[in-house]
């Protein structure tokens, strides 16, 4: 009995629960929560080494999961708000002071803590292998004031080999050669040292772990900071997205396989332990807050080409902003598709041809390009026009354009951040004979609040468009991508870890952010979804005027989708109409030879389209 006591695994800690976040009530439980748990160790072989100070142990167990935003009385809103919204950076810190709130001084501190960093590494070609660790135990040495966290991982490796056999017939031809070359230096030193020592064995693995605890960890990328001080911070942030090792023909499939592996937040519990010094005789409080990061983001509709061309103006915009992306005014025509520098004449006086505009001739149903270049004569420049492509061939490059553009931007790029903070403090009194005793706890959370980032700080670029995009390879378009969204989220994680102030002012639904993302989803709407409402049914929902409902009807727009889009639309075609009445003067002024670029007439100017989308946000507001 005796020897099986011995070798009895190290103690479980015995953790007690201060407080949480999430104290039983009526309905659900929140989507994320906080809980303290502490344990004062007893042994004096523990805490021999402090005879001043106290060990307390601490664990924070941390619920993380998507947030969400307050249950909206519109439901042209509810219905697109319903859904989780993914957490991409979550900081969690803790401080430690005084029950008696003095200021100043070094104690309590925090003399440990577990996890203190976490990071994905990859070896080998790119794609082929990746290693992923958990934590999934903690220890507490003899001395009791350090923590020993251990790792379990799994790897997997392959190999190839290769042969050759001769066969002739009925014959089989075969053989092997080996080839060793040993070459040996020896050298011999004995130096002789006679040492005894008595020890229990199964005493030492005792005292070496003398207490342990499981530990529960998402798989992130997780650094610490300001152990050894009465302050402790966490920094969470997703894995990173990993190449896919394949290389389809069609890219559309690997764009497929690159949503359902790509980063998609962090989700789970994570656990965190901490040893905290105090002064003895003395009660202590601990406040922990959680801020969670999470964005708010229209996710890519699914592939179609289905959707037909009915030549109306909102279509008619779509290819021209893909136009105008693919080919801005001054890409040389070599550097088209196809090639329309033949047709130019005379061919001799445009040495250099770049477009200018791309002009829609409404009643051809072609797409000109607005052709200028230096002449052969200098000091001079040569113009012209040629036509380019069909609206129907132009209009599934669009669709297919549209798509891969929606799958290839990061979600950091199409989408909004949102943060939060939730605290939960506590405080301990000292007893004489049971040790520290939980004296009070107190918690909060605020609302979800849009984040302002610096496009300059986050955006690094790294992004190749223009003519050169449609002509590279998938796999170099997937390395492009993957190291694009990569970096934005390593350049997130370090803004917010760095960022100590956040904005308090709660998230309204009449944000012109939240508005852009409502827009962006109610555009990529099927016609027979349920959610898409009527023009009538969603400006009553809307509470647009008379005056804003009829402009949307006489820019074509007969639904809710019809809406987003008119409303997307209108300042691409007042774009499109500065630069052809541009043109067109240029045409009159120098008479040039040819027919000038055709205006296209819409109901919604740019302005209008601004002041339509701050009523929706109005309307969204007051119908909460």
């Not at 669709?399 to 950091?412: F, H, N, T």
């Not at 390593?490 to 870890?497: F, K």
């Not at 349920?530 to 049914?537: A, C, G, K």
Request: charged content about 25%.
């Amino acid at each position: 009995m005796a020897e099986n006591d011995d070798l009895s695994p190290p103690l479980e800690i015995p953790w007690k629960l201060a407080s949480t976040t999430q104290p039983l009530t009526a309905g659900e439980p929140n989507d994320t929560s906080m809980s303290l748990f502490y344990y004062e160790p007893d042994d004096e072989s523990l805490t021999s080494q402090f005879p001043d100070e106290k060990l307390v142990y601490l664990k924070f167990t941390v619920s993380l999961s998507p947030a969400s935003f307050p249950e909206a009385a519109s439901r042209v809103a509810a219905s697109f708000l319903g859904e989780g919204v993914p957490c991409f950076h979550v900081l969690f810190d803790l401080t430690v002071r005084p029950a008696s709130q003095e200021a100043g001084g070094i104690r309590p501190y925090f003399h440990a803590a577990a996890p203190l960093h976490r990071r994905v590494i990859q070896t080998g070609v790119l794609g082929s292998d990746a290693f992923e660790g958990e934590s999934n135990g903690q220890f507490f040495g003899k001395s009791g004031s350090q923590l020993y966290e251990t790792l379990s991982s799994q790897s997997s490796t392959s190999s190839a080999g290769g042969g050759a056999t001769l066969n002739l017939g009925l014959v089989s031809l075969g053989g092997s050669a080996r080839t060793t070359a040993t070459d040996v230096t020896s050298q011999r030193a004995v130096n002789q040292v006679l040492d005894t020592t008595t020890r229990e064995a199964s005493q030492e693995r005792r005292e070496l772990v003398s207490h342990s605890t499981q530990v529960e960890n998402v798989i992130t990328l997780l650094n610490a900071k300001h152990l050894g001080t009465p302050y402790l911070s966490f920094s969470l942030a997703p894995r990173p997205l990993q190449l896919l090792s394949i290389d389809p023909s069609d890219p559309n499939l690997w764009f497929n396989q690159l949503l359902q592996r790509r980063s998609s937040g962090i989700e789970g519990i994570q656990e965190f332990t901490a040893v905290v010094l105090v002064p003895r005789d003395q009660g202590f409080c601990v406040n922990a807050r959680l801020r969670r990061v999470c964005l708010f983001d229209t996710v890519p509709g699914p592939f179609r080409l289905d959707e037909p061309f009915n030549g109306d103006l909102l279509q008619l915009a779509r290819i021209v902003q893909y136009l105008y992306r693919i080919y801005p005014p001054g890409t040389p025509l070599e550097e088209l598709d196809i090639d329309i520098i033949s047709p130019l004449t005379p061919a001799d006086a445009f040495r250099r041809p770049v477009v200018e505009l791309w002009a829609l001739r409404l009643a051809a149903r072609v797409i000109e390009a607005m052709v200028v270049s230096p002449s052969s004569t200098p000091g001079l420049e040569q113009r012209g026009s040629v036509n380019y492509k069909h609206f129907l061939e132009l209009w599934l490059e669009t669709l297919r354009d549209e798509y891969e553009q929606e799958v290839a931007r990061s979600p950091l790029e199409r989408g909004v951040l949102l943060g939060e903070n939730r605290l939960l403090d506590t405080c301990f009194d000292p007893q004489e004979e049971a040790g520290f005793e939980v004296s009070g706890s107190s918690t909060s959370v605020t609302p979800l609040t849009p984040i302002d980032i610096n496009v300059g700080d986050l955006d690094i670029g790294g992004i190749m468009t223009g003519s050169a995009t449609a002509t590279r390879s998938v796999r170099s378009r997937a390395f492009e991508m993957i190291t694009r969204w990569t970096t934005l989220e390593q350049r997130l994680a370090t803004l917010m870890a760095n960022r100590k102030i956040f904005p308090e002012k709660p998230a309204g639904l009449d944000d012109p952010r939240i508005v852009r993302v409502l827009i962006d989803r109610w555009e990529k709407l099927a016609p027979d979804d349920p959610r898409n409402l009527t023009l009538d049914e969603a400006a009553a929902a809307l509470n647009l005027g008379a005056e804003y409902k009829r402009l949307l009807e006489s820019a074509g727009a007969t639904d809710l989708r019809g809406i987003a889009r008119a409303l997307k639309a209108a300042p691409e075609i007042e774009r499109q109409n500065i630069e052809v009445e541009r043109l067109r003067k240029v045409f009159e002024k120098r008479k040039v030879v040819g027919t000038p670029p055709d205006r296209v007439t819409f109901a919604i100017s740019r302005d209008q389209s601004a002041a339509i989308r701050q009523a929706i946000g109005s309307g969204l507001q007051k119908g909460r």
